[in-house]
């Protein structure tokens, strides 16, 4: 086990330099687009251009703890957010995407507040983190991309980590992973105004390819657990619901204030001390256990799925290390389960998928991804599937909602590394 803490002293950044011939064709092909779009809508200089990929996350088990300080286990996987930007000293940030209108701009020494449903509140956010703590005065002008539908996949922290890194970059700061997890969280609890945990930006920093994550975010201990020889070969199927709609305003924070209503009540009931602002995971578990039946059915129910998915996450490690895909699979659909059914966080979209993939041969375990509102499930898959788990999801999903089926997608995707600058 590694904690954050040692990775301080051990000197290690985010800044891995990585040399652009590392990259798969298809993102050296997206980013040799980008740089150039830099240089066309900025009039860069193409040697000051410079690239951060950052992946996108997925997390098999633990979903919905780490708000809680629980257990969590994730993966990057190889799509991503890629951010070409070369620094201006105008003190600017000027930003383009390929997958959203218009031009964001606006000046570091008067960043202005969070507007709704905009894409440049990512990049604010990241400069409002970086001010809180650092002297930043060098902009950047960036052109961005992603390659995936928005909801589950974390594409908020992929994007904040980018702008962080960028500028980061332009204004010649080092900063360590564990201060940029906390920089990130900045964007997200306070900027933006999710009280999610750091399960995101913390798989989206800290994995590399072929191994899982786990981390305790109660602890920040963290792990990389290798593929074991054993296991067979495997790779993730994400399915695109067709709705996409930001975390706020779904359930999210409501979920969040229940949880922390049952820390707070059973805390109570069992005469502990109740802090601030109280999370399940500062109530022991037989705490829980003795006084469930006194709690309110809704927030039995939330306090339920937090400690039945820590210990998934637990068993999941196990099989994980003996190569049991079909154990770690069962948990996975377990996991999704307590979703629907204690942690009550699909919509009926999800739900249709993550049944549907649920009854597909090739499928070891499938969950909605990320919070499970809105977006995409998972699916752990056997490759040679593949073709077979596409052609069933996109024929039984379109029955179901045939209002989506214009916009359902099917991908698969494998493990990758963490974001990196380039
Ligand atoms: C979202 C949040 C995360 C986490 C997941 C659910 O992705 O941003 O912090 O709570 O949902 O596990």
Redesign the pocket.
Known sequence: MVSLTSQIEAGKTAFDILDLRSLSERDRRRAERLVQEVVHRFGAREEDVRLVRSPYRI?PL??????QLGR?TGVAIDRSTLLAFAPNFSGRVRLESLNFPGRVEFDLREIPPKKDGDWGNYARGAALALQEHYRIEVGIDGVLEGNMPIG?L?S??SVGLAYLLALEYANGLKILVKDNISLDRFI?NVYIG?N?????QSAILLSRRGKLMYLDTATEDYDLYEVPQVMPDFEFVVVYSGVSKG?VGTGYNRRVAECEEAARLLLQKAGLPVPGRPKLRHVPEEVFEQYLDQLPDVLARRARHFYTENQRVREGLEFWQRGDLESFGRLMNASGRSSIRDYESGSPPLIAIYEILTETDGVFGARFS??GFRGNCIGLVDPAYREAIRVRVLEEYPKRFPEYADKVAVDFCSTDDGVRLL
């Open positions: 997390a633990g979903a919905h703890v780490d708000h969590v589950g974390s908020s922290a997200e999710l999610n945990g750091i399960l995101d975390l990320g919070a």
